[in-house]
């Protein structure tokens, strides 16, 4: 129900935000560092100002639990993912709801936004990855190739690649423009929770069931390192900006913060 702020240098609290009435399933922050968005299991997504732990603005809209929300890069609108099997866009300054995109058989439990801002990809328990065009609502390309659910999405800095992490303990690589699966990734002897790409495009870090962090090499598809210390399921990871070092999220209610550069 609460989300919190860190600091990384020291590893203490700078901030809790309380105001969801059910859990807090997906976070994002805008890329000036001002503002974050926070999903949750009671059907809201919250705008809030990170300085000052003001919340900002509830958006409604979704019928169940929202799962994965992402912010465009140039602040003004986000998307959402949610249980209800659907996507949803938003205007972050009125909370207005611009387009709702239907398409998906099961929940969706994972959204990204290209580079560009002009398409999002979503993942869900369907199996199947969808890339939509945010201007028109159009269902572009849906990518098959996954035996179960798809629980993670992360598209490139390029926006030319993307990944897509699933229960099947592998995850992919795909071309968005051609719909082509390049590289199946396999290592973990569990569920994949969460995929991130390094600002360079060149590695990739997973999060997994079997409570390890893998990181990878993109272009040949070799695993580089295994990141081990949680002591139940990662649930969740991020690569900072500078590509130096990544965040990692557990069931053992810990996060912990890795050095990529010595693996």
Known sequence: MTLKLWETASGSVSRTFQGHGGAVYSVAIARDGRTALSGSDDKTLKLWDLASGRELRTFQGHTSTIYSVAIAPDGRTAVSGSRDKTVKLWDLASGRELRTFPGHIDDVQSVAIAPDGQTALSGSEDKTLKLWDLASGRELRTFQGHTSSV?????????????????????????????????????????????????????????????????????????????????????????????????????????????????
Not at 162 to 180: H, M, P, V, Y
Not at 196 to 205: F, H, Q, V, Y
């Open 151 to 263: 629980s993670s999405v992360a598209i490139a800095p390029d926006g030319r690649t993307a990944l897509s992490g699933s229960w099947n303990e592998t995850f992919k690589i795909w071309d968005l423009a051609g719909g082509r699966e390049l590289r199946t990734f396999q290592g973990h002897t569990s569920l994949v929770f969460s995929v991130a790409i390094a600002p360079d495009g060149r590695t990739a870090l997973s999060g997994s069931d079997d409570k390890t962090l893998k990181l990878w090499d993109l272009a040949s598809g070799r695993e580089l390192y295994t990141f081990q210390g949680h002591t139940a399921p990662v649930t969740s990871v991020a690569i900072a900006p500078n590509g130096r070092t990544a965040l990692s999220a557990s069931y053992d209610n810990t996060l912990k913060l890795w050095d990529l550069t010595g693996a």
